[in-house]
C-alpha cells in the first residue's frame, strides 16, 4: 500500500465536521448557516468554527444578507474550494482502488 | 480496514451531497400557472353543468395540461441555468409526488369506466379525495423543497377536511357548483402559493 496517497489528503478537508460541510457545499450552489447547522447537528460555535477555518483556508466564502428583515448567512465554495474537494474525493477514490488490487 | 475507512468516508460525502441538493427549481411560475389553470378549468366546468363521469374526465385533462405546464416550465429553468432536466432531486420530487397521484389517478379511472355517471352529488367526494390525496404528495414533495411545500400540503388535508365536514353537516356552503369548488380549492390556493413565492423571492433577491 502506497503511504503516499495519504500523506496528500487535504488537512482542512480531512477533519469529520469540516468534510461534512464542504460535501453539502459541493452539491449546491450555497447553503444558509441554518440550513448547514440543521443538516449536520452542530452546536453554533462548532460550525462557525469550522467555517472560519474554510475560510481562513480559501475553501468558502461568507455571504451576511437579510431576508424579511432577519439577518441571513450563506455559505458556498469558492473556485479553489471546489478543486481541492475534487482532489480530496479522487485521492478517497485511489486508496479504495489501490486496496483493492491488494486485496 | 483502511479501504474501509476511505470507503465509509465517500459514502458519507455522496449521502450528505444527496442530501444537499434540494429541488432549486422556481416553484413560484408553476403554482401560478397551475392556479390560473385551475380557476379557469373551474369556470369552463361550472358553465358545462357536469355529472360524475364528465367531472372527473374533465378534470383529468385538466390535470395532464397542467403536469404538462409545469414539466415544460421546469424545463425551461433547467435549460436556462444550464442544469440538466431530470437531475437527481427532480427525480425525488417526481417519487416523492407518484403514490398519491398514481393512486388519485387510479380513482378517476375507477369512476370513469365503473361507476354510474350521472351521480352529481358524489362530485364531492371525490374532491374530498383529490384534496387529500394532493395535499399527501405535496407534504412528501416538502421534503426536498426548501419553502413551505409542507404546509401547503397541510393547506389542501384541511380544506379536504373541511369540504368533508360541510357535506357531512349538509352545510348550504356546499350548494357551491363542484367545479367552482375546484377552481376555489386546486386554483386559488396554487395562485395564492404562487403570489406568495413570488413576493418573497423578490424580498429575497432584493436584500
Avoid at chain 1, 28 to 57: C, K, V, W, Y
Avoid at chain 2, 51 to 68: N, P, T, Y
Avoid at chain 2, 134 to 151: N, T
Wanted: contains cysteine; positive net charge; proline residues 4%.
Amino acid at each position: 500500500m502506497n503511504p503516499e496517497a495519504f500523506l496528500q489528503l487535504d488537512r482542512v478537508i480531512h477533519e469529520k465536521g469540516r468534510l461534512a460541510i464542504m460535501s453539502m457545499l459541493a452539491a449546491s450552489p450555497e447553503l444558509s448557516f441554518t440550513e448547514l447547522r440543521d443538516a449536520l447537528s452542530m452546536t453554533d460555535g462548532n460550525l462557525t468554527t469550522h467555517i472560519r477555518t474554510l475560510q481562513e483556508a480559501g475553501y468558502v466564502t461568507v455571504a451576511k444578507s437579510y431576508q424579511n428583515k432577519r439577518p441571513l448567512t450563506t455559505v458556498s465554495l469558492t473556485t479553489q474550494g471546489r478543486k481541492a474537494f475534487t482532489a480530496y474525493v479522487d485521492l478517497l477514490e485511489q486508496i479504495v482502488q489501490q486496496t483493492k488490487k491488494i486485496k | 480496514m483502511e479501504t474501509d475507512w476511505a470507503a465509509e468516508h465517500l459514502q458519507t460525502i455522496r449521502t450528505l451531497m444527496e442530501r444537499s441538493a434540494v429541488y432549486r427549481r422556481a416553484l413560484a411560475p408553476i403554482m401560478v400557472w397551475t392556479g390560473l389553470l385551475g380557476i379557469i378549468f373551474g369556470i369552463v366546468g361550472w358553465n358545462l353543468d357536469l355529472r360524475l363521469g364528465g367531472f372527473v374526465e374533465f378534470w383529468s385533462v385538466a390535470a395532464m395540461v397542467a403536469i404538462i405546464g409545469s414539466f415544460l416550465l421546469v424545463r425551461r429553468q433547467a435549460l436556462r441555468d444550464s442544469e440538466p432536466f431530470w437531475s437527481p432531486p427532480t427525480r425525488r420530487i417526481a417519487q416523492a409526488l407518484l403514490p398519491p397521484l398514481f393512486i388519485g389517478g387510479f380513482i378517476n379511472a375507477m369512476i370513469a369506466y365503473f361507476v354510474a355517471k350521472e351521480d352529481k352529488s358524489s362530485c364531492l367526494l371525490v374532491i374530498i379525495l383529490w384534496l387529500w390525496l394532493y395535499g399527501c404528495a405535496a407534504f412528501s414533495a416538502g421534503f426536498f423543497v426548501p419553502r413551505g411545500m409542507k404546509l401547503f400540503g397541510w393547506v389542501f388535508i384541511f380544506a379536504g377536511c373541511a369540504v368533508a365536514l360541510l357535506l357531512a353537516s349538509d352545510s348550504s356552503l356546499l350548494k357551491i357548483p363542484p367545479c367552482l369548488l375546484m377552481a376555489s380549492t386546486f386554483g386559488i390556493l396554487h395562485l395564492a402559493y404562487g403570489i406568495y413565492l413570488y413576493v418573497t423571492e423578490k424580498r429575497k433577491n432584493a436584500a
